[in-house]
């Protein structure tokens, strides 16, 4: 969808009035984040991943979990996703989404939330993207019981900074308390602990290899069906017979 006329220069000075942004947007001449360290992101993210998500979603709802300025609630209401919500807790990205939605002419609501509150809402989404936002978080498994419980009931998209192996190691259903060694073999799921700082951003907390992120989805009653791009997992929302075992419903009750 074309962008709405406006004159760059009164563009580039609405930009430059909402501050920093992390995600760019090409405006005509003018764009959001020229500069960025990882290029024209995350339009070079989506690409690799965009396939895994249907061309067209006539009707379809979905949550944006960590928004930003909203390039993936954008790229949903571009194929025709029916009501799309976008959650964050930075009121500075949300007035650069609410620009951008402007400028796009897309219909997408935005709301100052933490994945912790998404109860809130009160309802559930046919897709859900949590992308870029599990390793900024101090409980993260919280956050994907949280997601699960409450807004996710088909459709999942995670994407996770990972480091480590991108190996899986084959489990067993449990070791007794003396096999110790199958903690050091690279693909046994590893969550890396951030105490200070990561790339320069002191909200990495947690990143996980790509056991782990699996292993995590998987404990919160999630199945990973595709693995489209390194980073990026399409998950669908396991049948309610996961919660009948007693670690799991227990776990379900205190979420």
Known sequence: MDTVKSDPEVVRQEIERLGDWFQNFHLGEVQT???????????????????????????????????????????????????VVGIDTDDRYLRQAEFMAGQLGL?????????YDVGELGESFDYVLFLGVLYHLRYPLLAL??????????????????????????????????????????????????????AGDWTNWWIPNRACLEGMLRSAGFEPVAHPEPEVFLCKARTQEFFNNDRSSHLLERA
Not at 40 to 45: G, H, S
Not at 107 to 115: A, D, G, P, R, T
Not at 145 to 156: E, G, P, S, Y
């Open 33 to 83: 984040a020229p500069l960025h360290p990882l290029g024209d992101y995350p339009a070079i993210k989506w690409n690799g991943f965009r396939s895994a998500v249907p061309e067209r979603l006539e009707g379809a709802s979905v949550l944006d979990i960590g928004c930003n300025a909203g390039f993936y609630s954008f790229e949903m209401k571009k194929r025709g996703a029916g009501r």
């Open 107 to 115: 219909e997408v609501e935005f709301k100052q939330l933490s994945v």
């Open 145 to 198: 019981d949280l997601i699960r419980k409450h807004v996710a009931h088909d459709v999942l998209l995670v994407q996770s900074m990972l480091r480590g192996s991108p190996e899986v190691l084959p489990l067993e259903k449990d070791y007794t308390f003396w096999q110790t060694g199958i903690f050091d073999q690279p693909g046994y799921p590893h969550l890396h602990f951030v105490e200070h700082s990561y």
